[in-house]
């Protein structure tokens, strides 16, 4: 009877794990969920308290076992160390705080919207001196600016007056704008990035 009970207890240990070549090979866990208390399956665990001090290495079980004797959660921070960090901890008040601070990052995150100019290597000094005043208005409100200069057909021989036309766009809007990305050729493109002068 003691032989079977010795044998029924490493039946339930084992119940969640698999032999291969009688060496104990646990599952992995998935990618995006937290790691908690019996989710985890890594054998051994680098522990740190609810303090933030090491505990070091030491079994998965015992690793639980020493969470409950805080009355608190054992939650995977690091799957991709060497040995797997486990931290004991509130996890109901850990996950309550993670959820509320991405709710505030998202609120904080501005979506900056882009407005696209078109020029041209032959485009008249009216022309531009009114689209200047159209990207000016787009970046007081906070808008970057795409500029575009398409060459047609023999322009591409003068790519200098293009860049020319470019550059005296760009010192027009210096005062309220800085370039993000400079003017790059992209085939029959000239483009360019202005976000907006930040506010002092």
Known sequence: ?????????????????????????????????????????????????????????????RALQLAETYNLDLLCVSKTSKIPVCKILDYGKYRFESQKKAKENKKNQKQIETKEVQLSPQIGIHDLETKARHAERFLADGKEVRIVLRFRGRQLAHVDVGEKVMQDFIDRLSEFAVIKKPPLLDKKLLVCILSPKSKK
């Open 1 to 61: 009877m003691e032989n079977n009970g010795r044998k029924f207890a490493l039946i339930l240990f084992y119940k969640e794990d698999f032999l291969i070549n009688n060496e104990r090979v646990l599952p992995k866990p998935t990618k995006d969920e937290d790691l908690v208390n019996e989710n985890i399956r890594f054998p051994t665990v680098l522990v740190i308290s609810p303090t933030g001090e090491s505990l070091g290495a030491m079994p998965r079980l």
